[in-house]
C-alpha cells in the first residue's frame, strides 16, 4: 500500500534522513545536500513537497514553488520509482499538486522534462500538459497545463 506524505517544515527534512530510494540501479539515501536543496524549495512562495512510500522506501517525489512564471506553480521535479510506475503513483502525485496550485488560486502550473525522458512526457500528455515554445531551455521540452478560470 502506498502512503502519501508532505513536507511542510525543515526539520520535517531530517526524517528522510533514514529512509532511501531507488532510481534504476541506484540506491540513494537523502544527504545533506540534497535536504538543504529541498529547504529551498520550502522557503520558496508556495513551496511544495510530496512524497509516496510503501512499506520500504521512496517510491515517489513531486516538488515545486510559484518562481519563475508568476501566477504558475513550477513543477521542478517529479519521480517515480520505474518499479513503481504504471501504478498511479506520478498521476496522483501530479493531481495533488494541481489541487494545491488551484488552492493558492494559481493560473496553473508550468514544467520541464529532457528529451530522453519520455515516460514523463506520456504521463504530462496523457494528463492534459501541452508543449509550449521556451526559448530560455533547449535542452528539453516545456509542458503548461493552464487551469479552467472560474466565472462569477
Do not use: C
Not at 520535517?12 to 529512509?19: A, F, N, P, V
Not at 500538459?129 to 531551455?137: A, G, R, S
Request: net charge neutral.
Amino acid at each position: 500500500m502506498i502512503e502519501y506524505f508532505q513536507i511542510r517544515e525543515k526539520e520535517e527534512l531530517q526524517e528522510l534522513k533514514g529512509l532511501t530510494a531507488k532510481y534504476n540501479d541506484l540506491n540513494f539515501s537523502f544527504p545533506s545536500k540534497y535536504i538543504s536543496k529541498m529547504e529551498d524549495i520550502l522557503n520558496s512562495k508556495n513551496g511544495y513537497q510530496l512524497f509516496a512510500k510503501d512499506d520500504k522506501q521512496i517510491v515517489g517525489y513531486i516538488s515545486g514553488a510559484e518562481t519563475i512564471h508568476p501566477g504558475y506553480f513550477t513543477m521542478y521535479e517529479l519521480f517515480v520509482d520505474p518499479v513503481a510506475q504504471g501504478k498511479g503513483i506520478g498521476s496522483e502525485l501530479t493531481q495533488r499538486i494541481f489541487e494545491y496550485a488551484k488552492k493558492k488560486n494559481l493560473k496553473g502550473v508550468i514544467t520541464q522534462t529532457e528529451f530522453e525522458n519520455i515516460p514523463a512526457q506520456r504521463l504530462y500528455e496523457k494528463i492534459g500538459f501541452v508543449k509550449i515554445d521556451n526559448p530560455e531551455w533547449t535542452d528539453g521540452i516545456t509542458y503548461e497545463l493552464k487551469f479552467a478560470q472560474n466565472k462569477k
